[in-house]
């Protein structure tokens, strides 16, 4: 547990309190962030073909991926409507950057599947010589938290405005439980223990960290299982 809790705090942290104002390593900054992405995805993925028997857990995997998934954001969705219904926000016009289209999440989302399978098919060709380092996503993790901890620091917003923002604070708490409730309601469909449940839907969307610190907990079935799910993230987004 101290362990899981230092990979996190103790990089973002150092991060958050790194003065960095020069925009080209800021720049460098975003792009290995995003790098570190990739890179536990492959990571991931050379584990995951290194795996004996892979074609009989590739279902489980996938099953317990979709049930999750569709637990857990139907309960996420169907929460916030009735908490946007009982109190609207009252929306601002803001100058904000352009969002990126539809078919760019898509294509996102295609190429987070397409790493994580690039990197399952060298494992599963190259495991008979080839020995991958078990914390090398460990590291790699770190790396990303570092990353996000000096963006935090130049995002422009106070923590203080963070952290005392009742609508965020209510809607972060509204997330959270129902989160927690379809971890519960799908371990209960999959014969699941609660905790594992609970430990797959308390990423609350990180699932590049929780990923991580599930494999060190319960091996690398309970590691892809989580991530998997990000990826039907990124295709409702797109739709």
Request: include cysteine; aromatic fraction near 12%; hydrophobic fraction near 55%.
């Amino acid at each position: 547990m101290l362990y899981g809790l230092s990979i996190v705090l103790i990089p973002l942290f150092l991060g958050y309190f790194s003065r960095i104002s020069h925009p080209m390593i800021l720049h460098w900054v975003n792009r290995i962030v995003s790098l570190c992405l990739y890179l536990i995805l492959l990571v991931i993925g050379v584990s995951l073909g290194q795996l004996d028997n892979i074609v009989e857990k590739l279902p489980q995997i996938g099953s317990a991926a979709l049930v999750f998934s569709l637990s857990i954001h139907t309960c996420n969705i169907l929460s916030l409507v009735i908490y946007d219904k009982w109190q609207p926000m009252v929306r601002e016009v803001v100058a904000q950057d352009k969002m990126p289209s539809r078919l760019a999440q898509l294509m996102m989302s295609l190429k987070l599947i397409g790493v994580t399978i690039l990197g399952g098919l060298f494992g599963f060709f190259t495991k008979d010589f080839f020995v991958f380092p078990s914390h090398a996503s460990s590291v790699v993790l770190v790396v990303m938290i570092l990353g996000v901890g000096i963006q935090l620091r130049n995002s422009g917003i106070p923590l203080r405005e963070v952290f005392l923002n009742k609508r965020g604070i209510q809607a972060s708490i509204i997330f959270m439980v129902s989160s927690l409730i379809g971890g519960v309601i799908a371990a209960w469909w999959l014969d699941f223990s609660v905790m594992k449940g609970l430990a797959y839907a308390s990423a609350f969307g990180w699932y590049s960290l929780s990923s991580v610190l599930m494999h060190d907990a319960w091996g690398l079935f309970m590691e892809v299982s989580p991530f998997s799910t990000i990826f039907p993230v990124k295709f409702y987004v797109s739709l």
